[in-house]
């Protein structure tokens, strides 16, 4: 039987249609395109269903035959959303005149928690300010978290519906300092949280974004510090989709990626690289670290379980991303309001080639673009392929970008000291991997401590005066001591400026520039 063709919903200025993926890439024929400007779009979570609103009315068909299932008069409707079971649709309409940034609808995966008639039971924790439901099949679970007060740690809790009877009733707890506010993510198997906790302000001085560290939860009440070998911000975290390992982007540009085991423990390391996200195919096989918003839009595909390159396209100016649920295709697109100008989006495969490409004309905006959701098992994973598939589009392979070098260094030799980076290469972090064992806690706060004064470093001059030398020049220059005490002294401090000019001089000869009270000195002794 042949494998489904996935859906992909385009909502824009000139309206809502249907595009089918892979490898046809062209407007559904059994979904009649809506010219009125949409205001949302939604997928059912089998992808059987497809709903939108235009303004007018709620509508809602299926997605193989194009059949309408229903329709409602709800002009106001600005959100949509599907229950798991398909069963119900939920519907958000604004009453004030308020803007809503934060709007938020949760359904359990079977959709008892979304009955509002009656309460079903009660979480009794005082000051809670997030929340999150997990994924997956019952019993449903939920994290949550208390930000601290007076001296007190913040802390999250993971409890399984419905025993929500006081703290001993909690999974598992875990509390912390430095925390204004945080993110939490859960994995498919709904087994383990990460949690992002991120102050406003950095006391150091170090990010301006503000101080951000990264926690482990699990629901088997486990729980630790994820330790991030390179300081800076935590741009990006995300689960693979087998719950069993997770990639973090984090650190100041250019970034570190590191994938991590449920035990955090770094697995593999991609060393340092203009990127600030991390997605990973629906089957889990392939991994795609990103650089977009200020960065160009590199992207670097990898296969993940031999942690080896497939490719590194690049799409500039891309606000949106996603895989196809085939795992074989992703989808770019320039949407507005983030970017007005060049709307558009690409269909990929993850060889780097682009499949099919539309530009929005420069009169209308793209806003969005969704791919049809499948049930797990419905596209099995295939071998990872690293020869470029064939397209007429071709592909965008990013080329080497030629690092940055100052004015005064240009051609000259480059030697260490002329990098603004330390460039990082991709390793194998396992343990015996290559003859290396795994760092320990505290030899990891050792190397943070060593970049961040091997950066202070950086910071001053390069091109600062040699310091004093000691009193060691060659015989050939002064003879030794005469007796004199004030003529010895003579001969010490014109011991020390030889010695200086000399060491001055060889570094000009290796190509070093000179300052010019440097290049006096050298004058004044010829």
């Known amino acids: 039987m042949a494998a489904p063709t996935p859906h992909l919903a385009v909502r824009g200025s000139d309206g809502t249609f249907l595009l089918r993926g892979p490898p046809s890439c062209q407007e559904s024929s059994a979904f009649q395109k809506d010219e009125r400007q949409g205001r949302y779009i939604a997928f059912s979570s089998d992808g059987s269903l497809f709903g939108w609103c235009n303004g007018s009315q709620v509508s809602v068909i299926k997605v193989s035959t194009g059949d309408l299932v229903k329709s409602f008069d709800l002009p106001k409707t600005t959100a949509l959303e599907f229950s798991p079971l398909n069963r119900v649709l939920a519907t958000w309409q604004q009453y004030t005149s308020k803007i809503i940034t934060d709007y938020a609808l949760s359904f359990a995966i079977y959709a008892v928690f979304c009955c509002v008639e009656t309460i079903a039971n009660k979480l009794h924790l005082q000051k809670v ?12 679970k939920v994290a949550v978290y208390v930000p601290g007060s007076k001296g007190a740690p913040s802390f999250v809790r993971l409890y399984q519906y419905p025993n929500f009877g006081g703290p001993t009733s909690a999974l598992a707890n875990k509390s912390f300092f430095k925390a204004d506010k945080v993110a939490m993510l859960w994995n498919k198997k709904a087994t383990a949280v990460l949690v992002t906790a991120s102050t406003e302000v950095d006391k150091t001085g170090a990010s301006y974004y503000g101080e951000q560290t990264l926690h482990y939860v699990a629901t088997n009440g486990e729980s630790a510090v994820v330790q991030l070998p390179k ?6 975290v ?21 994938v ?40 670097e595909v990898w296969d993940v379980k031999k942690y080896k ?8 100016d891309t606000t949106h991303f996603s895989w196809c649920p085939d795992g074989e295709h992703i989808v770019t697109s320039t949407c507005s309001p983030r970017l ?22 420069s009169n209308k905006e793209l806003w969005e673009v969704l791919w049809q959701p499948f049930p797990t098992g419905a596209f099995p994973e295939k071998p990872v392929k690293y020869q470029a598939s064939p397209s007429e589009l071709g592909s965008t392979e990013a080329k080497p970008a030629q690092a940055y070098r100052p004015p005064a260094l240009r051609n000259k030799p480059q ?19 290559a003859g290396e064992k795994q760092m320990s806690k505290a030899a990891l706060k050792n190397q943070k401590k060593r970049e961040a004064k091997k950066a202070a470093k950086q910071e001053t001059k390069p091109d600062e005066a040699p310091p004093p030398v000691a009193d060691s020049a060659p015989a ?23 010695k200086a000019i000399d060491e001055l001089k060889e570094q000009q000869a290796a190509g070093k520039v000179m300052q010019k009270n440097q290049v006096i000195k050298q004058c004044s002794s010829a």
């Open 260 to 299: 991590f085991n449920h035990k955090c423990e770094s697995v593999f390391d991609f060393g340092t690289g203009p990127r600030n996200a991390a997605f990973y195919s629906p089957q889990g096989h392939i991994l795609v670290l990103a650089g977009f918003g200020n960065l160009r839009g590199q992207m």
């Open 340 to 361: 007005r100008v060049s709307n558009g989006y690409k269909i990929w495969h993850y060889t780097g080639t682009v499949l099919y490409k539309h530009d929005t004309p």
């Open 129 to 140: 300010s997030e929340f999150a439901l997990s994924p997956g099949s019952q019993p449903s």
């Open 231 to 236: 300081n800076g911000p935590i741009y990006d």
């Open 415 to 433: 030697t260490a000291s002329s990098k603004l980076h330390e460039e990082e290469p991709p390793q194998n972090m396992k343990p015996g991997a």
């Open 309 to 316: 390159q497939v490719s590194k396209p690049q799409a500039e």
């Open 476 to 498: 050939s220059h002064v003879t030794s001591s005469c007796g004199d005490p004030e003529t010895d002294k003579k001969i010490k401090n014109l011991k020390k400026k030889l």
């Open 238 to 258: 995300s689960w693979n989709p087998n719950s069993s390992e997770f990639c973090v982007v984090y650190g100041f540009m250019p970034a570190k990626a590191t």
